[in-house]
């Protein structure tokens, strides 16, 4: 996950709960619907350090009843408590998750342990050219239908990657709510385009099936005339990820992984790229609106970055 792209988000449904539980695959336990804070004491090496001092990058061993060991950015709401620590510095910390956002404090030094210099560079990265065209892979949506993304040539598409097991509000289900706020928006408007679509598109293939997709969908009042969520093999959602500048990598059962939410306008082309997590659901109004009309961009499938 990216170290830079803390935002709030939502979890999952109940319904959606009891299937991630029963299932048992992903060694998570997703926190209750309520507002109410919960915590967990964690242990970890401090991996990286950003320079604003609003995160840090810990792997840390598994916290129990909650997630697995992973190595992951956290939020810092008081910078103060990273003063004097580096990486490599082992540290104990507790790490508050609610239903909108998750933090970490009470981070103490404990002892000092290897860095993980394998680990992929946080931030976005800069994919290269792809090969072939991004709009033909073939894709299947949470209603177990075969698409491509030429099926919704003529709308303007937002378009982001994810996955179901999530753990953390911060992170993909933020994504989620990103759509879910721009889909109201939308429609709230009285003049609005009606040629636009969302796609999430769910890089944890083995897990995400069309009905854990459809029940992820369902958690956040998605309407699939106007949002689907799709998968495919994991071989072609990896290359369509890499053309989209999307890394990822599986994790202990979940996913270390950057983000980008791209915007194509109705004529395939691509129109903006944002390479961040966060509140962004106004800004993919903004740019949908734009996106739906058409516009002069470099064709999608010559160089999307």
């Avoid at 319904?15 to 991630?20: D, E, F, G, K, P």
């Avoid at 989620?176 to 721009?182: D, G, L, P, R």
């Amino acid at each position: 996950m990216n170290a830079g792209s803390l935002a709030t988000g939502v979890i999952l449904s109940a319904w959606l709960i009891s299937v991630l539980t029963v299932a048992g695959e992903g060694s998570l336990t997703q926190v209750g619907v309520t507002d109410n804070p919960r915590t967990f004491p964690a242990r970890g090496v401090i991996q990286e350090l950003p320079p604003d001092f609003q995160t840090v990058v810990i792997k840390h061993e598994a916290i129990s009843n909650f997630m697995a060991a992973m190595t992951m950015p956290f939020k810092v709401r008081d910078p103060k408590l990273l003063a004097g620590l580096h990486p490599g510095d082992e540290v104990s910390f507790r790490l508050t998750v609610t239903k909108e956002e998750s933090w970490v404090d009470k981070i103490h030094k404990v002892g000092t342990a290897p860095v993980d210099h394998d680990r992929p560079p946080a931030g976005p990265q800069t994919a290269p050219s792809p090969v072939g065209s991004f709009m033909d892979y073939p894709l299947t949506n949470e209603l177990g239908q075969k698409v491509t993304l030429h099926d919704f040539h003529g709308q303007a598409l937002a378009i982001t990657f994810f996955y179901t097991r999530c753990p953390l509000p911060d992170f993909c289900p933020r994504l989620a709510k990103n759509f879910q706020e721009a889909t109201k928006q939308l429609r709230a408007l009285p003049k609005a385009p009606a040629n636009w679509h969302f796609l999430s598109i769910s890089f944890d293939t083995g897990f995400d099936t069309p009905a854990m997709l459809k029940a992820y969908g369902d958690s956040y009042e998605y309407h699939p005339d106007e949002w689907s969520f799709l998968t495919g093999s994991p071989a072609d959602i990896k290359e369509l990820a890499r053309i989209s500048g999307v890394d990822y990598t599986p994790d202990s059962g979940a996913f270390k992984h950057n983000f980008r939410t791209l915007i194509v306008d109705a004529a395939g082309r691509l129109q903006m790229v944002f390479p961040m997590g966060g509140d962004i659901s106004g800004d993919i109004v903004t740019q949908i609106l734009k996106a739906a009309t058409g516009t002069n961009q470099p064709n999608l499938t010559a160089n999307p970055h």
